[in-house]
């Protein structure tokens, strides 16, 4: 299996800053790699998909990028609703396989 | 819209058996893929297991291969999730997602998950 290997696994930032989360995968995964938000007691909401498109609705403060092994996720301004923890997901090779997520906090 | 309702979950001894349902609608349910995930209290997300569109391809996580079974029926718009042999370490929160890519043999990922259903494995 393919693991995921997501970083950090909690962040604590202000509103209005720039965040990024990283995830490498333990084997090239071409650009099939998710993210997505999920916020207490709710269902995971898909962000992002092949690596770096935003899923239609989606804030375009939220990107995605890399190819490979590396790929970063970035909320520009951090908003108080982005008060969720973070997934990426790896879709290239079965099973999937998900990062252990991020939990990200307002300080 | 897109909407999926998971249901069947509940408390249930260990060795014993529970099937999960979960109804589609808002989409063409038969052109779809559709997962089960899971995710244990506090913990993260575990992928269980996947169905092509018509059913003729299914896998599997190891850790429920052989105790568990994906069914889909197309005519009721539904896809299940036969659980046997259950153990204290499957009590999770069950979700069923629907597959991102269209009439697809090799399975993509969940694009839009149900709010999922309780399954809780004790003595």
């Known amino acids: 299996d393919i693991q995921m290997t997501q970083s950090p696994s909690s962040l604590s930032a202000s509103v209005g800053d720039r965040v990024t989360i990283t995830c490498q995968a333990s084997?090239?995964?071409?650009?099939?790699l998710n993210w997505y938000q999920q916020k207490p007691r709710k269902a995971p909401k898909l962000l992002i998909y092949?690596?770096?498109i935003l899923e239609t609705g989606v804030p375009s403060r939220f990107s995605g990028s890399g190819s490979g092994t590396d790929f970063t996720f970035t909320i520009s301004s951090l908003q108080p609703e982005d008060i969720a923890t973070y997934y990426c997901?790896?879709?290239?090779?079965?099973?999937?396989?998900f990062g252990q997520g991020t939990r990200l906090e307002i300080k | 819209q897109v909407q999926l309702v998971e249901s069947g979950g509940g408390v249930v001894q260990p060795g014993r058996s529970l099937r999960l349902s979960c109804a589609a609608s808002?989409?063409?349910?038969?052109?779809?893929?559709m997962h089960w995930v899971r995710q244990a209290s506090g913990k993260g997300l575990e992928w269980v297991a996947v169905?092509?569109?018509?059913?003729?391809?299914?896998y599997y996580a190891d850790s429920v291969k052989g105790r568990f079974t994906i069914s889909r029926d197309n005519s009721k718009n539904t896809v299940y999730l036969q659980m046997n042999s259950l153990r204290a370490e499957d009590t999770a929160v069950y979700y069923c997602?629907?597959?991102?890519?269209?009439?697809?043999?090799?399975?993509?990922?969940?694009?839009?998950w149900g709010q999922g259903t309780l399954v809780t494995v004790s003595s």
């Open positions: 808002g989409f063409t349910f038969s052109s779809f893929g």
């Open positions: 997901q790896q879709y290239d090779n079965l099973p999937p396989t």
């Open positions: 084997q090239d995964i071409r650009k099939y």
């Open positions: 997602a629907k597959d991102s890519r269209t009439l697809a043999v090799d399975p993509g990922s969940g694009d839009f």
């Open positions: 092949d690596a770096s």
């Open positions: 169905i092509s569109y018509d059913g003729s391809n299914k």
